[in-house]
């Protein structure tokens, strides 16, 4: 099995913080190198809706620039020494993104929480994690927070 690229999901959310620790172990064991992707709503693609441009643009870069903060703090603050990684913010409908993403980087597994933000954005976009599993290219390994886990 190679597993040379990993890909790892971040909405910043305590779901994904969770996963964090299993992308950078598996990349540290495989001598990965690890993408850190966070993907930020395309809300007028996505729903159809009508934004004036000029005022969404700047929405955006602000979006950018915080979403760059926050991969930054991650990466610090969660790598523990690991250094074979890579930011990326991309723009759009985040499983769609992440799919293509993976697609076009030849990524070999894609780790994220099964659990993301929630409230507006998960009624507008459904669940990342079931789009991701059912369409992505490569493995995914999804890991659920301990609060999630149903006993059986
Ligand atoms: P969800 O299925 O939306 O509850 O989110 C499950 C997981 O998908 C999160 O824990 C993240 O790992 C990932 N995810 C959700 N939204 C995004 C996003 N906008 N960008 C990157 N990863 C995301």
Same mark, same amino acid.
């Given at each position: 099995?190679?597993?040379?690229?990993?890909? %790892?999901?971040?909405?910043?959310?305590?779901?994904?913080?969770?996963?964090?620790?299993?992308? +950078?172990?598996?990349?540290?064991?495989?001598?990965?190198?690890?993408? %850190?992707?966070?993907?930020?709503?395309?809300?007028?693609?996505?729903?159809?809706?009508?934004?004036?441009?000029?005022?969404?643009?700047?929405?955006?870069?602000?979006?950018?620039?915080?979403?760059?903060?926050?991969?930054?703090?991650?990466?610090?603050?969660?790598?523990?020494?690991?250094?074979?990684?890579?930011?990326?913010?991309?723009?759009?409908?985040?499983?769609?993104?992440?799919?293509? %993403?993976?697609?076009?980087?030849?990524?070999?597994?894609?780790?994220?929480?099964?659990?993301?933000?929630?409230?507006?954005?998960?009624?507008? %976009?459904?669940?990342?994690?079931?789009?991701?599993?059912?369409?992505?290219?490569?493995?995914?390994?999804?890991?659920?927070?301990?609060?999630? +886990?149903?006993?059986?």
């Amino acid at each position: 099995m190679k597993i040379d690229r990993i890909l %790892f999901a971040t909405d910043f959310s305590e779901g994904s913080d969770h996963a964090l620790p299993y992308a +950078v172990d598996m990349a540290r064991q495989y001598n990965s190198k690890l993408y %850190f992707v966070h993907v930020i709503y395309d809300v007028a693609k996505t729903a159809g809706w009508y934004v004036p441009h000029v005022s969404i643009d700047e929405i955006y870069r602000d979006m950018e620039k915080s979403a760059r903060a926050e991969l930054e703090k991650v990466c610090t603050d969660g790598m523990r020494g690991f250094k074979d990684i890579e930011r990326v913010v991309l723009k759009g409908v985040p499983y769609e993104e992440i799919t293509r %993403f993976a697609a076009e980087q030849k990524v070999d597994l894609i780790i994220l929480g099964t659990h993301g933000r929630k409230g507006i954005d998960r009624m507008l %976009f459904g669940s990342t994690a079931e789009q991701v599993v059912r369409t992505s290219p490569c493995p995914v390994l999804s890991v659920r927070l301990p609060q999630h +886990v149903k006993n059986i």
